[in-house]
């Protein structure tokens, strides 16, 4: 039976049985001084790669860290390609939205300018880090991309040929999103890659709205007769994806008693 793991960890390096990892000064102090652990104690390792492995504290010193990768955990499996598409709004607020989209599995943050966003620098460092560090939590395989900001007609312009989007939209003539994602389903539209898209405050200006709507990727979806936050909408529209589209039916991993 595999030992336990006291704490997950996302890595760089390459993972397979009789390997070496070495930690950095972060990873090394998080270790030593905050989990209090020692040498000889087992931490699961990912990479995005090469699934989940168990390895093993051989060495641990001020600054630094030595793993043995012992065993395979979990082998990589795919998971559901959904980007969130998302107008930058006030710091505590998207650094909440990035952990949570994490743990709901999108596989690409992306920031984008719209006519009313108020925010005008995204630190993109620390939404990195926070994506890390909940997918560290969560226990997937895989820690999503943080892109930088572009111009939402600019990223319009280079969307990709076969992926759908699923507009949250505050205003105008859009489907409750339940009916929409249920017709989705039946279609079979699961299998292509998807994107959520949520604007800014006080939501996407009404010829951004009307341009969406114009564009054949693009499906309006209303979620409910209360005005929601940004980050609340990201978050419920993600959900809703996930159950219909996404691998919402899947369960966590068993770790056993």
Not at 31 to 47: I, M, P, Q, T, W
Not at 50 to 64: T, V, Y
Request: glycine content about 10%; charged content about 25%.
């Amino acid at each position: 039976m595999s030992e336990r793991a006291a704490t997950r960890l996302h890595v760089t390096e390459p993972l397979a049985a009789g390997g070496v990892v070495g930690l950095d000064h972060q990873g090394a102090h998080y270790l030593r001084s905050v989990l209090r652990l020692n040498r000889g104690d087992h931490v699961a390792l990912f990479n995005g790669a090469d699934g989940e492995w168990l390895a093993r504290i051989e060495g641990l010193g001020k600054g630094w860290a030595s793993l043995a990768v012992v065993e395979l955990r979990r082998p990589q499996a795919p998971e559901p390609d959904v980007w969130l598409v998302f107008a930058p709004i006030k710091r505590a607020r998207l650094d909440f939205m990035v952990e949570k989209a994490t743990e709901l599995g999108v596989s690409v943050l992306q920031p984008v300018w719209t006519q009313h966003t108020d925010v005008t620098r995204v630190n993109t460092e620390r939404l990195a880090a926070n994506a890390r560090e909940a997918a560290e939590q969560c226990e997937r395989l895989t820690v999503p991309a943080v892109r930088e900001p572009e111009r939402l007609t600019d990223l319009l312009d280079g969307w990709p040929a076969t992926r759908r989007a699923l507009l949250c939209a505050e205003t105008g003539a859009a489907q409750p999103v339940a009916d929409a994602l249920s017709g989705l389903a039946a279609e079979g539209a699961g299998d292509a890659p998807w994107a959520v898209m949520t604007g800014p405050e006080g939501g996407f200006h009404a010829g951004e709205l009307d341009a969406l709507r114009r564009l054949p990727f693009v499906t309006p979806v209303g979620l409910g007769p209360r005005v929601l936050r940004t980050d609340t909408a990201a978050l419920a529209a993600l959900a809703c994806w996930q159950a219909w589209l996404g691998d919402g039916r899947q369960r966590p991993p068993d770790r056993g008693a």
